[in-house]
């Protein structure tokens, strides 16, 4: 039975891959592509508006999807109605929250193209590619898709974005290299591609009896009953585990140059595409760590399940790291002209933090399962607050290499953090 279960997951998570695999490959030959040809100062900028965008999203858009998983979606097929109210008024906060969230971007963006270096004719650009966050409302419909079995699904969503974006770009750039012009494209083909999502999981609710009326239906009503304190909890979560992703680009872009910002976001987007391996392993994990809670030993099922999937991630970042290593080794200088990753400490540093994040992909969903909101707030807030800090001293000091290893150091705090909270917690229910 154990054995079904492993290979549903591998199963459910190869087709995650694969779309991720394209997704992140396409988006990855698009960042280089916009690197190689534009000239510095426009790749820079374009990079530092699209880090500055992500981070307002995050900031101010709440994405529910682990609330529509745990609090919606076990009352589908029993209670469609009280279903809908739930999922109605997550998916009416997560809307409310991305208008506010565009609103808040456009205002503040004046002052935050001040802080970056960036000209006053960024301003139409950044505009323009702000206004996609408030078409990005796609977190618990991706939420329905998953815990519907729709890996394939979402595999050909993320496959066919990063491809349209790619053929996007490879169209524009022998045109023109406007910046204004190539972050509307992006910000388009993105809205439409959030947009699609959400139409996929309607469809799906409607084959199991879900109207949209019924999701609509006394929305006013039930935000007043919404739980907000939840809502305010897996936000800051998320929150606090995401918003730093981009801090470090505007960071180099204000000690440094949006020029520095534009490579350091190469590298980094070299990197994080490796998260590609363990994000559909977290995805595909996540529902069955939440069905662990209706067993008789959750806690005894979650803790074995976390040792093999420890030892696949580690196994897994090791492999992909050196793989990536010997292909820049062997062929980055035939093909971009930017300064080779490997004599960066920004690169080293930056590498050392993704190994242990895909390492140990594991742990947030098995939190989750467990309900220990708390526990995830208090360690990302902490963690969010030291990377600030360290930021804030390390990158005047060190430039792009100071913004490197704060990430690692911050990654290896995240480990620490989790490993001794599970300890402590299987300590506690041995009799």
């Given at each position: ?63 529910n999807w682990q609330l529509v998983s745990s ?294 969903p098995a939190n989750l399962a467990l309900k ?13 607050a030291t990377y600030l800090v360290a930021l ?40």
């Open positions: 039975m154990q054995a079904t279960a492993r290979n549903h997951l591998l199963e459910d998570a190869f087709w995650l891959l694969g779309g991720n695999v394209i997704n992140a490959g396409c988006q990855l030959v698009t960042t280089l592509l916009l690197a190689s040809i534009l000239p510095a100062s426009s790749w820079g900028g374009i990079a530092v508006i699209i880090s500055y965008a992500l981070i307002m999203e995050t900031l101010f858009s709440t994405k609090h919606a979606y076990p009352h589908l097929d029993t209670a469609p109605k009280r279903f809908s109210a739930h999922f109605g008024a997550l998916f009416t906060t997560e809307l409310t929250s991305n208008l506010l969230a565009t609103i808040l971007a456009l205002t503040l963006l004046p002052m935050a193209m001040t802080m970056m270096n960036l000209p006053d004719s960024w301003y139409l650009a950044g505009s323009i590619y702000s206004i996609s966050i408030l078409f990005r409302f796609s977190g618990s419909a991706g939420a329905i898709l998953r815990l519907s079995n729709k890996y394939l699904w979402q595999s050909i969503h993320a496959s066919s974005l990063g491809a349209t974006r790619l053929l996007a770009v490879t169209l524009v750039l022998p045109q023109t290299h406007s910046p204004t012009i190539i972050l509307t494209c992006l910000a388009i083909i993105e809205s439409i591609w959030h947009i699609g999502l959400t139409v996929a999981a309607t469809a799906i609710l409607k084959q199991k009896g879900v109207e949209i009326r019924d999701l609509m239906r006394n929305t006013w009503k039930r935000l007043q009953h919404q739980d907000w304190k939840l809502v305010a909890t897996s936000h800051c979560t998320n929150l606090s585990k995401v918003a730093t992703r981009e801090l470090d680009v505007l960071f180099v872009s204000a000690f440094s140059s949006p020029e520095i910002a534009g490579v350091v976001k190469v590298y980094k987007s070299i990197l994080r595409a490796l998260l590609i391996l363990s994000d559909p392993l977290a995805n595909a994990a996540f529902p069955r760590f939440i069905n662990f809670q209706k067993s008789k030993d959750p806690l005894g099922k979650i803790t074995n399940l976390l040792r093999k999937l420890i030892l696949l991630g580690t196994t897994i970042s090791t492999a992909a790291l050196s793989v990536l290593t010997l292909l820049i080794y062997a062929f980055w200088e035939d093909y971009t002209p930017l300064p080779s990753p490997l004599g960066s400490g920004y690169f080293l540093g930056y590498a050392i933090g993704i190994w242990i994040a895909v390492g140990l992909f594991c742990f947030p220990r909101y708390s526990f995830a707030l208090r360690l990302n807030i902490g963690l969010a804030t001293f390390l990158t005047p000091l060190f430039g792009a290499a100071g913004a490197g290893w704060t990430f690692a150091v911050i990654q290896v705090l995240w480990a620490i953090g989790y490993l001794v909270s599970f300890k402590q917690l299987s300590a506690k229910t041995i009799p």
